[in-house]
């Protein structure tokens, strides 16, 4: 499907066009701007494609022709926007990439899982074709192990613990399962990296969940509202986690761009 850069795309953009068109070496799978934004400053010759199937940012990063989509929070958006991504720009490597919540106890907020294994509630698995040497001074702290994907965000402490018991995993998210199937359908390798948003011993605040039920702007728009109108200071979490969230954002930027050091450009 042709591609088109945006009207403010300059010389340097329209060379990271013509390259994407060829092919791209790594694709990058993300649900929100807020997990993407601090990676996406790290890229060089960066421009926004548009498209039938969406839009898709395309750039440069250690030598590496890069193209990432931000696809929404759940498994029926995150597959689309994997689709889309094989489909335009046929990557060598797909990396599903954002937040997660913590199911061990000895994981806290800011530490990284790299998957072994990802797999759904309903106790269906994928291996993880896993190559990667962690530095010495890796910070901080990765975690190598499984990551569920549910259609709900855990919010309750036992609920997470429970969940993460019942399938030896470390991390649970929203997306990571449909990215990793829609790879396997497509016979791409993939891998997925998590950083911590919320320890397993922390609950999140009901208006979380309230917001990823909800559907477009003007849902979530609703479901933040109403829960300031039900408790007022739910403003000061928003506020919090907002803070947080860019800080952990930080983090998963840095390591990404260390990951991707790890992985030979293409001939």
Do not use: N
């Not at 599903?96 to 106790?123: I, Q, T, W």
């Not at 259609?151 to 998210?173: N, Y």
């Amino acid at each position: 499907m042709p591609l088109h850069p945006s009207s403010a795309a300059r010389p340097a953009a329209a060379q990271a066009a013509r390259s994407i068109r060829a092919g791209c070496d790594i694709g990058f799978v993300f649900a929100l701007g807020i997990e993407s934004g601090f990676f996406e400053d790290r890229l060089t010759a960066s421009t926004m494609l548009h498209g039938a199937g969406g839009r898709v940012r395309v750039g440069q990063l250690g030598g590496h022709r890069v193209a990432l989509v931000r696809t929404g929070m759940g498994q029926a958006a995150a597959r689309r926007g994997a689709e889309h991504l094989l489909a335009g720009h046929q990557p060598r490597l797909i990396i599903s990439a954002g937040f997660s919540g913590a199911l061990h106890p000895e994981l806290r907020r800011g530490d990284l899982v790299l998957a072994d294994r990802v797999g759904l509630a309903s106790g269906e698995r994928l291996v993880v074709d896993l190559r990667y040497q962690q530095p010495a001074d890796a910070q901080p702290c990765v975690h190598v192990g499984g990551i569920v994907t549910v259609d709900q965000l855990i919010c309750r402490p036992e609920d997470k613990l429970a969940l993460g018991r019942a399938h030896e995993a470390l991390a649970v998210d929203m997306e990571t399962w449909a990215v990793a199937d829609a790879c396997r359908a497509a016979k791409v390798p993939f891998l997925a990296v998590r950083v911590i948003s919320d320890a397993a011993d922390e609950p999140l605040p009901a208006f979380l969940d309230a917001m990823a039920r909800r559907r477009g702007f003007a849902g979530k728009t609703g479901a933040v509202l109403g829960a300031l109108w039900r408790r007022p200071g739910s403003l000061r979490e928003m506020v919090r986690l907002r803070s947080e969230g860019l800080v952990q954002a930080d983090r998963l930027a840095r390591f990404l761009v260390t990951l991707v050091g790890q992985i030979s450009p293409a001939a």
